[in-house]
């Protein structure tokens, strides 16, 4: 206490001997900066007592009179929405209202009393109704290519493209599929019916994103193909999931009305118009009894038949055991078709016939393709990512494995005739050689007669 009767505290600071002090009380996430990131004011629960919102507007806590009430905009929720629970007050909460107790510590004024009543009526109580609405089924969304992001951030990604193939075989295939994939969702025009349909600039601009992603040797034909296949393969593939997506529907007034978020309106829209005509009707019915009939099929699931070509060359196998391992079920221990099973042993026994220095997997490809038999323009049992061999370019390499075994035979024929020149040469010096033995033995014996009757009674 100083000379002029004010209290002084520790600040040095005092205050009126008599007047009242009123003490801040705090009213936890009652302003911006002491909420958590995220929280509302009037979202703000505490760890009280949770009851469902009524009209008494006491269970509110008060705003602080030194700083304005937040104006919230009046949300009228509807007959079925659902109410929002709110708190029950703390016990050394202000209830303002009748009967409201009032704290020893603090004076309390009528005018902010009546501004505090007139901020918490029920007009005022900010509510955000939630709408009862069907929930959503939750399952897989799209793909995001997070593992794509990973590796593009170090280069382009690189790809394993065999000679003679036209799909990537490495370990980065799937990458490959899923990212074309997203181009195709993102970036293409599927008003289109076909990819034939599609203008080769739209072809060229899709093409140069996948170029920019990848590691591709451009100047091989194989390597342009690979880009310009899997762009055909998934935007069909785009097409029949928004096709599936058209029948799911009751009816096709039901489809052009509902619709769907992976395209917009117009292209919807025209696609629709597309499947309900009777052409597309008929043609799809025609493919769908055309599938009924494939009677061979595999079981290699999301794996191209390339990558597991080049695991059977890692493991030493032939076509003949790629085809077992394409068409064996794991899970019933058998082949899938009886038809399957008999072309198998036909392959086997084919082999079986040979003997085991002739059984090399240049012979077991010629037996694959004998038992699966030929068609022009592909390779039965390989799949559409193998380039097949035509059949001019077959003929060009057995006429030049022909012309490669007359040289040989001529190589050998002129070996074998110098061979020969040479024994006869040597034939005519041992002869000659014999004629002069015989001569010297004769002049011998002529020189020594007793030398022959010794040799007479010797034999």
């Not at 592909?378 to 494995?401: D, F, W």
């Given at each position: 206490m100083n000379d002029r009767g004010e209290v002084v505290g520790d600040s040095g600071r005092g205050r009126p001997r008599g007047r009242a002090f009123r003490g801040r009380?705090?009213?936890?996430?009652?302003?911006?900066?002491?909420?958590?990131?995220?929280?509302?004011?009037?979202?703000?629960?505490?760890?009280?007592?949770?009851?469902?919102?009524?009209?008494?507007?006491?269970?509110?806590?008060?705003?602080?009179?030194?700083?304005?009430?937040?104006?919230?905009?009046?949300?009228?929720?509807?007959?079925?929405?659902?109410?929002?629970?709110?708190?029950?007050?703390?016990?050394?909460?202000?209830?303002?209202?009748?009967?409201?107790p009032t704290e020893p510590n603090r004076v309390t004024s009528p005018t902010i009393e009546a501004e505090h009543a007139r901020?918490?009526?029920?007009?005022?109580?900010?509510?955000?109704?939630?709408?009862?609405?069907?929930?959503?089924?939750?399952?897989?969304?799209?793909?995001?290519?997070?593992?794509?992001?990973?590796?593009?951030k170090h280069g382009k990604v690189l790809l394993k493209i065999n000679n003679g193939e036209t799909a990537p075989c490495c370990s980065n295939a799937n990458m490959f599929t899923t990212r074309l994939t997203w181009i195709v969702k993102h970036h293409c025009d599927m008003s289109y019916p076909r990819w034939s349909d599609v203008p080769q600039a739209h072809k060229d601009?899709?093409?140069?994103?996948?170029?920019?992603?990848?590691?591709?040797?451009w100047e091989l034909e194989n390597h342009r193909l690979t880009v310009t296949k899997q762009l055909r393969k998934r935007f069909n593939a785009f097409h029949h999931e928004l096709h599936r997506i058209y029948l799911s529907y009751a009816n096709h007034d039901e489809a052009l009305a509902n619709g769907t978020v992976l395209v917009s309106p117009l292209v919807?829209?025209?696609?629709?118009?597309?499947?309900?005509?009777?052409?597309?009707?008929?043609?799809?019915?025609?493919?769908?009894?055309?599938?009924?009939?494939?009677?061979?099929?595999?079981?290699?699931?999301?794996?191209?038949?390339?990558?597991?070509?080049?695991?059977?060359?890692?493991?030493?196998?032939?076509?003949?055991d790629f085809f077992k391992e394409t068409h064996w079920s794991k899970k019933n221990s058998k082949f899938l078709s009886p038809a399957t099973e008999d072309k198998y042993k036909d392959m086997v026994g084919k082999l079986d016939n040979l003997e085991p220095e002739q059984r090399t997997d240049e012979t077991a490809a010629v037996v694959f393709r004998e038992v699966l038999g030929h068609r022009p323009g592909y390779s039965r049992g390989l799949g559409e990512m193998v380039i097949p061999?035509?059949?001019?370019?077959?003929?060009?390499?057995?006429?030049?494995?022909?012309?490669?075994?007359?040289?040989?035979?001529?190589?050998?024929?002129?070996?074998?005739k110098s061979e020969m020149e040479a024994m006869k040469a040597n034939m005519q010096l041992l002869l000659e050689r014999q004629a002069e033995t015989d001569r010297l033995l004769r002049a011998f014996f002529a020189a020594n007669p007793s030398a022959s009757e010794s040799l007479r009674e010797t034999q």
């Amino acid at each position: 206490m100083n000379d002029r009767g004010e209290v002084v505290g520790d600040s040095g600071r005092g205050r009126p001997r008599g007047r009242a002090f009123r003490g801040r009380r705090l009213v936890p996430y009652s302003c911006r900066a002491r909420r958590p990131r995220g929280a509302r004011i009037s979202s703000y629960h505490s760890p009280g007592d949770v009851e469902e919102a009524s009209s008494d507007d006491s269970t509110q806590p008060p705003s602080h009179p030194w700083e304005p009430p937040c104006a919230a905009n009046t949300l009228v929720a509807e007959p079925d929405s659902v109410t929002l629970p709110i708190i029950r007050p703390e016990p050394d909460r202000v209830q303002i209202g009748v009967n409201a107790p009032t704290e020893p510590n603090r004076v309390t004024s009528p005018t902010i009393e009546a501004e505090h009543a007139r901020v918490q009526t029920s007009e005022d109580i900010p509510t955000e109704p939630v709408v009862n609405q069907a929930q959503r089924r939750r399952g897989r969304g799209p793909a995001k290519c997070t593992e794509f992001e990973k590796l593009r951030k170090h280069g382009k990604v690189l790809l394993k493209i065999n000679n003679g193939e036209t799909a990537p075989c490495c370990s980065n295939a799937n990458m490959f599929t899923t990212r074309l994939t997203w181009i195709v969702k993102h970036h293409c025009d599927m008003s289109y019916p076909r990819w034939s349909d599609v203008p080769q600039a739209h072809k060229d601009e899709l093409i140069d994103r996948v170029r920019g992603d990848f590691e591709l040797d451009w100047e091989l034909e194989n390597h342009r193909l690979t880009v310009t296949k899997q762009l055909r393969k998934r935007f069909n593939a785009f097409h029949h999931e928004l096709h599936r997506i058209y029948l799911s529907y009751a009816n096709h007034d039901e489809a052009l009305a509902n619709g769907t978020v992976l395209v917009s309106p117009l292209v919807w829209v025209k696609l629709c118009g597309r499947w309900g005509s009777e052409a597309f009707k008929k043609i799809s019915t025609k493919n769908r009894e055309n599938r009924k009939r494939l009677i061979i099929n595999h079981t290699a699931g999301r794996k191209s038949f390339v990558r597991i070509l080049e695991e059977k060359r890692a493991e030493s196998g032939n076509l003949v055991d790629f085809f077992k391992e394409t068409h064996w079920s794991k899970k019933n221990s058998k082949f899938l078709s009886p038809a399957t099973e008999d072309k198998y042993k036909d392959m086997v026994g084919k082999l079986d016939n040979l003997e085991p220095e002739q059984r090399t997997d240049e012979t077991a490809a010629v037996v694959f393709r004998e038992v699966l038999g030929h068609r022009p323009g592909y390779s039965r049992g390989l799949g559409e990512m193998v380039i097949p061999e035509s059949t001019r370019q077959r003929s060009l390499a057995r006429e030049k494995e022909y012309l490669a075994l007359i040289e040989k035979h001529k190589k050998d024929a002129e070996s074998s005739k110098s061979e020969m020149e040479a024994m006869k040469a040597n034939m005519q010096l041992l002869l000659e050689r014999q004629a002069e033995t015989d001569r010297l033995l004769r002049a011998f014996f002529a020189a020594n007669p007793s030398a022959s009757e010794s040799l007479r009674e010797t034999q």
